[in-house]
């Protein structure tokens, strides 16, 4: 690549990025202080201003994480890690007053993995299509990022939640610097898949972001996560042990121990049993924690309440979103008993979990879909997750004056042979136009383009002004409790008002 500077003049000082192909590009942006030494479990600080002019040219370190060979088949690429890894990304038409619509970018990766520099979270297309700004972040994950302990946190600072506070953090740096770069700070769509989207979800249910967006949207993601403080606090010794240091170890020795040694006890209290009990089902201990402060509620019950309804939602999933982590943690071969074991954990307990089973095949049945255990349990799991907490936050916020509309990704993947149908993830690089990097998960051909631009129109489109419908996507109707107006979004486009409503009913 050429070298072709370009300077954007921000109120912390001067920035050095690239010209690409008509777009100003600036890579790894800081955003808030280093999160290291004694500010490691701690609030992110506000970044300096520094003298001179600063490059910005190669994305910055990522949040500490371990490669997984599989997410190589998604797009991703092994990047440089580190416990300094706060920073952001930038393309953008011009560095002038346009006020362009900004649209900032959460990446998924189950809190575990995952960055804002992916090849297919590219913003250079987005933000050409549109003429808008595309902003993609890292954010602490991991134990760095939620381990929920009064016993790291600082004394006048909640406990947890980190990652999402630097979510909150990254906002806050866009409403104050973004106007450098031809963004409207007072126009921020958040937009986030998977572990982003259940991000986009905690950002709408916290009071400290309340000014920072106007609009929102989540893709297979879920509103009704949290555990609890006291249930955090309580499961904090299983991973104290993983490292070696007992129930009660102190906060020099938390502070002192390397980030490599806090991976590898993460890694092991994942596949620890007792784990999921002491969180009443709840998967991970590396998430959201209700607080009290940064969180009062699960963001389904804030948004019921009436926060964040003040702003434009638009929420989706795709048809069958558990099949590709059944892939990815190697899930196939499966028998009615061992999936209704794999279920028991997230679906209340056996008898509960064997009930869904029966009452999900009873209900394939009569559609003729299929029946095998791997089918039954990748159909539960979309739900339980992704689906049933969607069609809640549809519902709770379509009671306030904001927009809210819905939609069903049905495009399905070559993956596999075809077996995973429409899996999770595949909606990424139609949004980024970014599927000539992905041809293993989205396929190739005229009939991807065509989607990937009507996507990509939709989103550009309901940053803008709120509403998805394009001149290609007409008369996409708002969602009502009583109509859930959806659009589906693959090789048969179309606006439907019912889907599945009978596996919906059983989780009532």
């Not at 991991?142 to 939640?161: H, I, M, Q, R, T």
């Not at 920072?212 to 403080?229: H, K, N």
């Not at 306030?400 to 429409?422: H, I, K, R, V, W």
Request: glycine fraction near 12%; proline fraction near 7%; hydrophobic fraction near 40%.
């Amino acid at each position: 690549m050429s070298w072709n500077p370009t300077i954007a003049n921000t109120p912390l000082g001067q920035l050095r990025g690239q010209l690409e192909v008509g777009l100003h590009v600036f890579r790894g942006v800081p955003f808030a202080e280093p999160p290291v030494g004694d500010l490691r479990w701690r609030d992110p600080q506000p970044v300096q201003p520094w003298s001179g002019v600063r490059d910005a040219l190669a994305f910055g370190p990522i949040s500490i994480q371990t490669w997984m060979p599989a997410m190589g088949e998604l797009g991703a690429v092994p990047q440089p890690y580190s416990e300094d890894c706060l920073y952001l990304n930038i393309w953008t038409p011009g560095l002038d007053d346009a006020k362009r619509p900004v649209l900032f970018w959460i990446h998924g990766g189950g809190f575990l993995l995952g960055s804002g520099s992916e090849p297919a979270y590219s913003g250079a297309t987005l933000a050409a299509r549109g003429d808008v700004v595309v902003v993609t972040i890292n954010y602490r994950l991991g134990a760095l990022g939620f381990l929920a302990d009064p016993l790291v946190a600082g004394d006048d600072e909640s406990p947890g939640n980190y990652g999402f506070k630097d979510q909150v953090a990254a906002l806050r740096w866009v409403r104050e610097n973004i106007a450098s770069f031809g963004g409207d700070p007072n126009n921020v769509t958040i937009f986030g898949e998977s572990a982003g989207g259940a991000s986009v979800a905690t950002v709408m249910g916290t009071p400290k972001s309340e000014g920072l967006y106007q609009r929102a949207i989540m893709q297979s993601g879920g509103a009704d996560q949290g555990i609890t403080l006291e249930q955090a606090t309580a499961a904090a010794p299983l991973f104290y042990r993983t490292l070696g240091l007992g129930d009660a170890p102190s906060t020099d020795q938390l502070r002192g121990i390397s980030p490599q040694r806090l991976l590898a006890g993460q890694e092991q209290l994942q596949l620890a049993p007792e784990l999921i009990e002491a969180l009443d089902g709840e998967l991970s201990l590396f998430a959201a924690v209700i607080d009290g402060d940064f969180l009062d509620a699960k963001p389904i019950n804030a948004v019921r309440s009436g926060r964040a309804l003040d702003v434009d939602l638009m929420a989706g999933t795709i048809r069958d979103e558990w099949t590709l982590l059944s892939w990815t943690l190697g899930v196939a071969d499966l028998n009615e008993e061992t999936a209704i074991g794999a279920l028991a954990p997230p679906c209340g307990g056996v008898t509960k979990a064997a009930e869904l089973f029966n009452d999900y095949r009873d209900i394939r049945v009569a559609r003729g879909e299929g029946t095998e255990a791997f089918d039954i349990y990748n159909a539960i799991m979309t739900d339980r997750v992704f689906r049933v907490s969607t069609r809640d936050l549809l519902d709770a916020h379509s009671e306030g004056p904001a927009g809210t509309y819905g939609y069903l990704f049905d495009q399905e993947s070559p993956m596999s042979d075809g077996a995973l149908g429409a899996p999770h993830a595949i909606d990424i690089p139609f949004v980024f136009g970014t599927a000539d990097h992905t041809p293993n998960l989205t396929g190739a051909g005229g009939q991807v383009d065509q989607l990937s631009g009507f996507v990509m129109d939709s989103w550009i489109n309901f940053a803008r002004s709120g509403n998805p419908g394009t001149n290609a996507l007409p008369g996409w109707p708002q969602h009502r409790p009583d109509q859930a107006y959806t659009m589906v979004l693959g090789p048969d486009v179309k606006t439907i008002t019912k889907d599945r409503e009978e596996e919906l009913a059983l989780w009532r």
